[in-house]
């Protein structure tokens, strides 16, 4: 009879270890739901980016050779080149009025993370595939 008792009191204790708890922060929601809704891709205008901003995938092997990553989710790219001088990361988007994906933004790093100048990881990682 005493274990029916632990049972009975340990029961709604059991059930609320189950109940949600509310998160300090919110989900992440996206605001377009398909290509056709999403904004205009935002241009980086960096010194040092020319030939990079505005290239497709292709020009971008050219320059880099093979990437080490080349992520697609819906019609945006995310390739990614890395050598010892840093990380290189470049989004591609297709322009509003439709066509083959382009370099909108660059993003670069070191390996431990800490940020590096794009144009200057850039030039770096051209200067490993002879200059292109």
Sequence with gaps: ??????????????LGACAAVPSATPPIRSTYTSPTQRPAPQVQTVPGLEGVIGADEQSLIRQFGQPRLNVVEEDAVKLQWSGIPCILDIYLYPPKSGGRPTATYVDARRGDGRDVDRAA?????RSLQGGR
């Design 1 to 14: 009879m005493r274990l029916d008792r632990i049972a009975i009191l340990a029961a709604p204790l059991a």
């Design 121 to 125: 990881c850039v030039a770096a990682l």
